[in-house]
């Protein structure tokens, strides 16, 4: 079993042993929390509970934000959905018919126990999660974040004004008391267990990939609609479990305890600690809480010093602002103490074999082009045109099974734009694309799953994900949306691709040669029938550009798949292409073998004619 396949038993050891570390983080926090309590007031045992609390709402919080990368200022609200409804199915029926004498549906007449209320509350906000997911999940970026924002308001909106239900600012009493603090620490356990699950499941890789750069994530054939639409349910589950609660330690419940203020300080908790990890929630929770009341105390005036008004606003402005100007991404960033010990866990139980034989393809593999697909990738009259201007004027190209086809031409030719049309991230305007003659068309996922697995002109490598998981992460996107394609072994990839010794590094510590193998590597990790490679010698030397050639040799003899590629180095082109088309001013003007091309007038008036006028532009 590969990496990318991510077999039962390592998920379920990675999975325990992440929650496993953060439990014992919290373990150590809550042992210093009642310790601070043994002889003080039942404020600071009011504030280990307090802090508990938040901690299951911002572990929610961070199986959004932190796996997708999209901001939130909402979800609070889906603690306040829980809460209501906890409360209005918990509190004795005698006491409703005083505070909700006109309760639709026959409420007041309704008591259960509190631990059913409590489920109850956490399927509403589940319910209302999925619904708002719909929706939210065709969005992204600022779009999404003003979604989650006008929906905190219409929960807040109602909470404050239907008062048959909610009682409005009166608030909702007697909500059964929590008798002891198990039942909030066995919330904090089951949240913990299922934001680790989730960061180590396959919808959960996927939305961080997604979260790493959206285009190259649709290009692994992800598809970030379904991933963000888990990640909100499964977070939505996490804060309606804190907002019941909440309500139960407070023995009441009012549209006061999940405003937008609240919500930022929620908010800044995840910031602080750190998003991207569990331990950062743990960490910047505690900070948070416990730094808020001590600075509430000071603003008191104790022992005599004077009273200060908003000192606990006045200490999270400037945490936050020292966190975000000298740790951007938060005060652990993407240390977390349950996937260090994950990783050793993992590597006892799996102990290191012998490194992967390295199938590379034959001289006469080289040659004859084979393919184990037999699917020929077809543009016929593929053009687009931009308010009037031809990018790409009716190309017609046929790459056969196994072959290694070079577009070249020069700056403004079309070629990238070429690209994008077969791999749906422009539509086109005219022309149709097809793969062994099967239609491309519609979103860069859908296509992507088809069999085109590309690398971009830019660099686009998952920057804070190691290079395994970069790999590792295609190798699963294959496994589920390309099985009838032989599978890829990720050990076997980072060893031709010379990146086995810096597989457990985050990408954005490689140098450019490095990421640029590693773009390939997680494509092939597709199992592509093509591997379409835009510029992968740009910016490297003439040693690199030579070493490259047998690389995109090697690696797409191993899948099996074909190769476009586009290069403005001719003698890459030259070297590793067996036929080649020249493109310009979005036309070809020229198609053929490499020496016929070289030998053409039109490609050398065109190359030449380009120097040309770049040695006019700079006199």
Known sequence: MTVGDTPTSSFL????????????????????GMIYGLGGSSARDDLV?????????VIGLQVFIGNTGVLSFGHLAFGSIAAYTCALLAVPATRKEVLLPNAPWGIQGVEINVVVATLAGVAAALVIGALLGLVMARTSGLAATMITLAFLFVVEAVAQNWIDLTNGAGSISSVPRLESRSWI?????VSIVVAAAFRHSPVGRFAQAGREDELAAGAMGIDLRVTRFAALVVSAGLVGLGGAMRSQS????????FSFELSVIVLAMLVVGGMRTISGAIVGTVLVTVGKDLFRWLGDGPGGLPTVEGMPDFFLAALLLAVLLTRPSGLLGDWDAGQLLARRLVRKA???SEPPEIRRPSGAERSSGSSESGAALVADGLGVTFGGFTAVDAVSLRVEPGEVRGLIGPNGAGKTTFVNLLTG???PSRGTASLGGRPLAGVPHAIARQGLARTFQNLRVFANLSVRENVAVSALSAARHRADRPPVDVDELLAVSGLADVADRPAATLDYGNQRRLEIARAAALRPDFLLLDEPTSGMSDTESEAMIGHVRTVAGLVGAGVLVIDHDLGFITSICDRITVLDQGEIIAEGTPAEVRADPAVIAAYLGSQAEGAEAAK
């Open 13 to 32: 050891r990675r999975t325990a042993a992440t929650a496993g570390g953060n439990l014992a983080l919290v373990a150590v926090v809550l042992g210093a």
């Open 49 to 57: 509970t307090d802090a508990l609390i938040n901690l299951v709402i």
């Open 185 to 189: 620490l066995l919330a904090v356990l």
């Open 250 to 257: 407070l023995g009441t419940v009012n549209p006061t305890q």
């Open 350 to 352: 799996e102990p290191p």
């Open 425 to 427: 991230m422009v539509p």
